[in-house]
């Protein structure tokens, strides 16, 4: 089956700092990737949309300039946390669309971050 | 825009049938779909419906009905390891996103 990995799967920060976090569709092409955020025992927010090689498309109320997004390969999304605060701290979860078919999109095992 | 509603939890016992459901509101229907995601993992799909009707997939299935917005996901013949989070989500946007809703917390007991 398809596999979408996500790099790190934790990661604790400083108050301040930048994180990166890469998505990666291991054995196909993604149309179209997107970037959820998950509090715990709570549903996915979707943050943005993004395609290979064109600016991303932010969810009403999600900072652009706060959740840098750059999808530079068919294969590769990469979202950045910029300045990250405590408020920050959540699960994000990457998916990847292979097709157009619902069955054809696939989810990360998602990224714990942690801002002190 | 879009909004789901499910019940935030759900217990039943191993062997036992359960049916999640699942209400919503859009301007737009494309389809409903139903997502298990075990405490820090990565939502797994689990079926689709764009029309009325079930959908039968081994011991799940789901149920859609457009004029009454509304849709369920039934479990047979449960098993432990079926204790997970429950979500559905609606196609939006001319089938490029989906839209989770809140989710709901089944647990099954011996």
């Known amino acids: 089956g398809a596999v979408v990995s996500q790099h790190p799967s934790r990661v604790i920060c400083k108050s301040g700092t930048s994180v990166k976090i890469e998505c990666r569709s291991l054995?196909?092409?993604?149309?179209?990737m997107f970037w959820y955020r998950q509090f715990p025992k709570q549903s996915l927010m979707l943050m943005a949309t993004?395609?290979?090689?064109?600016?991303?498309?932010?969810e009403q109320g999600v900072e652009k300039d706060k959740f840098l997004i750059n999808h530079a390969s068919l294969t590769l999304s990469t979202l950045t946390v910029t300045s990250a605060h405590p408020e920050d701290s959540s699960f994000y979860i990457c998916?990847?669309?292979?097709?157009?078919?619902?069955?054809?999109?696939?989810f990360g095992p998602g990224t714990r971050l942690t801002v002190l | 825009g879009q909004s789901l509603e499910q019940p935030s939890e759900v217990t039943a016992v191993e062997g036992a049938i359960v049916q999640i459901n699942c209400t919503y509101q859009?301007?737009?229907?494309?389809?409903l779909s139903w997502y298990q995601q075990h405490d820090g993992g990565a939502p797994t799909f689990l079926s689709y419906?764009?029309?009325?009707g079930l959908e039968e997939t081994g011991r799940f299935s789901s149920f859609l009905s457009r004029s009454d917005s509304y849709g369920y996901l039934l479990l047979q013949e449960l098993q432990m390891k079926d204790s997970a989070s429950y979500f559905c989500?609606?196609?939006?946007?001319?089938?490029?996103?989906?839209?989770f809703g809140a989710g709901t917390r089944l647990a099954v007991h011996p």
């Open positions: 054995d196909f092409q993604a149309t179209t």
């Open positions: 998916s990847a669309r292979m097709g157009l078919a619902i069955n054809e999109q696939f």
């Open positions: 859009t301007s737009g229907f494309y389809g």
């Open positions: 419906n764009a029309l009325d």
């Open positions: 989500a609606l196609l939006s946007g001319g089938y490029n996103k989906l839209i």
């Open positions: 993004s395609n290979e090689g064109s600016k991303a498309t932010y």
